[in-house]
Each structure stands twice: as structure tokens, then as C-alpha cells.
């Protein structure tokens, strides 16, 4: 057995004999072993370098050749544009700690499982969407966390922030623009650029998600510095990059930051391979109802400018989200908030 593993059943066991709570195990696996795995693949030179390289270029220019250029470079990566998830999901510690434990206590209302609707608006078009979507998620009553640029070929407008936040959406950050090296940058221009953005919003997010889903210890580093309460930049259900096979909202506690890993994106389905709606409506809510025999968390993420042009596909992910009766939809902060709470009260105990 390897020693991650080894280490999580440790801390598992040694749990499950105190007779503890689910939760309190999420908190005792070191997700700094996770990190350090992730590293060693995510992050490799090559990849670090490209990014570094073409993320403020790219910026620059329009939507359409950005797209077209970055649609070259996920082909080169995935040539045959075979669909980066697995048919059946399968997490080992998921297994073990359902196995284990009682794991109807993970979620508010006790629900058995947590789908958390994301929104990554990266350009133009799906900023001008934005309006009109929250409107249908209004409609379907599911109330979602929506990450913006602050810097990027939109103009964020203040107004429409105040807006949603309003209306119980939750507003997080996805950077000051689509850098896609943001985090091979090193702490401090991160952090300077993390706190550009903070200033133009004028309020402290929650929650950050990166771009393009570039990791590291500098980027975690600048968040916690910068007061944020969460990730959401680890993957769970990708097979381009390792993913942690930990699909639940835990503490990294070497950071004082909480990670709510991304499950899947619709991207995914129609950028890395070319489905139709229809198919890729079916695997998305398959995959998301596996989740529930994990007692796991589906955070997954719907590109505004993806979904505007695939109203079937996301109207039936949405019907799909509200049909769920054992599953919590709330945004990413009010299941934080329940994990913070509790902890508090665990202390006060
Ligand atoms: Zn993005």
C-alpha cells in the first residue's frame, strides 16, 4: 500500500475507534500528501513554462482566436479527443469511509450528497450571458456560485454583482484575467494580482477557483494570505490530470483554507471531445448521480459561454440538480459555512 493511503486509513481508523464524526475525518487526512502527488504530474516543467509563457498573450487577444489557439493545445494534449472522465467513478477513501462510517451527517438537511453548481465566466460571452442565466437557475430554483475576472475583456459591472449576490447567488473570483499560469508565478505576484482584484470588487470573496485550473503551494500561499476561506481548483473527475479521488469539501489546514474539489466541467464534453447534447446530458447526470453512494460532493462547472449555446444541455443538467431530492444544492459558501460552524460547536464542546 502506498503511503498516502496508508496514511489515510491511519488517520481513519484511529477515528472510527474514538467513535468520532464523519466530518472530523475529512479534516484528519493530510491533503498535503494529495498535493504533493498532484504536483509531481500537474505541474510538470514543460507545462509550467507554456503557461507562463502564453497566459498574458492570450489574454490579449479576441475571444474567437483565443479559443481557436487554445483549442489547438487541448488537441495536442488529447489528440483523439477521447472524453476525459471515466464511465463509472470510483474513489478508494470514498469507499471506505461510506463503508465505515454513518455518512448521513455530511451534508445540511440531511441530505446524502452535494451537488454544487459553479459558473467560470471567462470572456465576453459569457459575461452577456450571465443576466439571462440567472434567471433560469431562478427558475429551476438552484442557487449557484458564480466566479468572475475582474480584469479581463468584460467590464464587470458592480451593479450585476450586487445583483446576484442579492438574489443569495454567491460571487467568487476566478482572477484578475484568464492567466493560465497564475500559479507559477510566485507568491507575491500572485498575491499582487489577487489583491488587484479584491480591490476592484471591494469585498472579500469566499471562494477562488484558478484559472485554468493552474496549481500550487504559491497560489494556496497567496490565498490564505489574502483572507480567502476556499479552493476549488483540485480536480475529482478528470483523467487529464491526476485528481485526488477525495470528492468532499475539506481543510487545508496548513493553509487555514478550506478545498471544495472540482468534480467535472462542461468543457470537458464539448471542447476536449465533441458530443452531442443529448450524450453528454446522459454521462454528466450519470456521473453526478454517482456521486451519491459516495456521500461525495458533485462540484461541477458550467461555463456561461459553454452552456448559452447548449440550452438542452443545460436546462437538463438544472432539471436534473432540482429533481435530486437527497442531494444539497446550496452555493459552495453555505456548506462551508455549515463545516465552520460545526467545528465551532465541536470546540465549544
Ligand atoms: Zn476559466
Sequence with gaps: MDKITQYALDQISLVIKNNERVEKKLELLDPALFLASLNQIRNSRLQRVMRRLLGIPLEKIPVSLRTFLTDLLKKARNPKKELPVPSEISFKYGDFLIKECHAGILYPENKKYYIGVTHDVDNRIGYRYVPEMINVLKKNRIKSTINFLTHSSYKLEKSLVEDIRKEGFEVGLHGDIHDMGLAFRGRRAIRRRLERSLDYLGFQPFGFRSPSLSLSYDLLGALDDLHFTYDSTFQTGSSLYRSTEYPYIYKLDQYNLFEAPLFIQDDYFFRESRLSEKESLKIFTDLIGQMKKYS??????????????????????????????????????????????????REAV
Design 296 to 345: 461525495g460532493a458533485a462540484i461541477i462547472n458550467l461555463h456561461p459561454h459553454i452552456v448559452r449555446f447548449r440550452k438542452y444541455f443545460f436546462s437538463g443538467v438544472l432539471e436534473f440538480v432540482s429533481g435530486e431530492k437527497d442531494a444539497f444544492s446550496g452555493p459552495l459558501y453555505t456548506l462551508i459555512r455549515f463545516y465552520q460552524e460545526r467545528r465551532k460547536a
